[in-house]
């Protein structure tokens, strides 16, 4: 241990008349350490929400859609399908039928998006359909034509498995008393559940056959849905898919089609990073008062030092080492009250949230490694500058002056 270090650590111990100095040092580390754990819990909060609902979004939706400017849908979309299903880093490729359509069910009526999907392909892929509340997929021959229901929609038209629900669409039909909408019975045969609200309240999916059938559709889709290894590369990929659409189709990324959204948490991410590093600003604001008034007590010390042969970088490094020890005990304590927390937080779902207007139920908190040790660097950052001024003030004082009244 050098000697810096020991005449460092002896300062910031209580000593009879020092206690004032000491209290402040306490404050110190106390700022410090609450600064990096609400830094640590902010950060951990909007990254484990993006993250969550960004998996959620993903595990019902596709990370690229090929559509149709046309109103009659995607022609020769098999085709399409193997060219893009050729792309190295293409994992899937399937077809989507899509209306908007009204439900009606034991308990009142629900308008929702009816999808007609290749289901047992997206088993294969999706752990809710693998996984379902209740019930089986559609059969094909089984008779009726049979329906999913998502968990909430289910809910708000009490209908459950076994049931017979009818679903209307903006395809129409003549009848004696003119145009009316096309309305068919389905059974439900199964309720799944994404863990997005938006989704599993709105959402109903049938077999491809029944749904063209239905829809009138003849062998077009409304879109087709590409999943791919690396979502971060889908514009990377809407570029490669280009050359390979018909004249009428075009792309778009799962980016595009939840850009607001992801855009605010980003923007919010960044905004409270700042906001809360200003309390380990002011935290700093008590580490250079409290060197500054250690400078002043310790005048006479510093005179005993120099006179026994300590040079002014010896004298620097002392108070430098006080500074970096109050950060260093600080940050480390923040951290691990922050990390508790977000463990604790996460375990018993502390900070339950509307569904409804938030897509999950509770509060989850995931720090990347990225992020957990940017906020220790600023933070050790802001605690050693701090000492930079003190401690180049303590190494300037003179030994004659300061020993000129002892």
């Not at 206690?19 to 700022?31: C, D, E, H, Q, R």
Request: include cysteine; glycine fraction near 8%.
């Amino acid at each position: 241990m050098s000697f810096e270090f020991f005449i460092a650590r002896r300062y910031l111990t209580a000593k009879r008349k020092q206690a004032f100095i000491s209290v402040i040092t306490f404050i110190s580390v106390l700022g410090i350490t609450i600064g990096v754990m609400a830094l640590i819990i902010a950060i951990a909060l909007i990254t484990g929400f993006q993250n969550d609902v960004q998996a959620k979004i993903l595990g019902a939706t596709s990370h690229l859609m090929v559509s149709d400017l046309s109103e009659t849908g995607l022609r020769d979309y098999r085709a399409l399908a193997d060219r893009i299903g050729a792309l190295p880093g293409v994992q899937s490729v399937s077809p989507v039928a899509l209306k908007l359509s009204l439900i009606s069910g034991p308990s009142g009526n629900h308008h929702l998006q009816l999808k007609g999907m290749d289901l047992d392909a997206e088993k294969s892929r999706t752990s809710w359909l693998r996984n379902l509340e209740s019930g089986a997929l559609p059969q094909p021959g089984a008779g009726r034509d049979g329906i999913l229901l998502g968990r909430d929609l289910s809910l708000s038209t009490g209908a459950g498995v076994g049931d017979v629900v009818t679903v209307l669409t903006d395809v129409w039909r003549l009848s004696p008393n003119g145009p009316i909408p096309k309305a068919k019975s389905f059974v439900v045969t199964g309720i799944f559940a994404t863990g997005l609200y938006e989704f599993d309240s709105t959402t109903a999916l049938i077999s491809l056959p029944a749904a063209q059938k239905y829809f009138g559709a003849g062998d077009t889709i409304s879109y087709l849905q590409i999943m791919i290894g690396d979502i971060f590369a889908a514009p990377a990929f809407k570029e490669r898919f280009k050359p390979l659409l018909p004249p009428m189709a075009y792309v778009t990324t799962w980016m595009e089609l939840n850009k607001s959204l992801f855009s605010a948490l980003k923007l919010e991410k960044t905004i409270m990073f700042l906001t809360i590093t200003l309390i380990v600003l002011v935290a700093a604001l008590n580490i250079i008062a409290t060197l500054i008034l250690m400078v002043m007590e310790k005048t006479r010390d510093i005179g005993i030092l120099m006179v026994m042969g300590a040079t002014s970088r010896n004298i620097r490094k002392i108070f430098f080492l006080q500074g970096a020890l109050i950060g260093i005990v600080g940050t480390a304590a923040g951290t691990g009250l922050g990390l508790l927390w977000c463990v604790l937080a996460n375990a018993f779902k502390l900070i339950k949230i509307p569904v409804d207007i938030y897509q999950i139920s509770h509060v989850p908190f995931h720090i990347k490694p990225l992020d957990l040790g940017l906020i220790v660097g600023v933070s050790l950052l802001i605690s050693f500058l701090s000492t930079l001024f003190p401690s180049h003030r303590a190494a300037k004082t003179d030994p004659v002056v300061a020993l000129k009244y002892e």
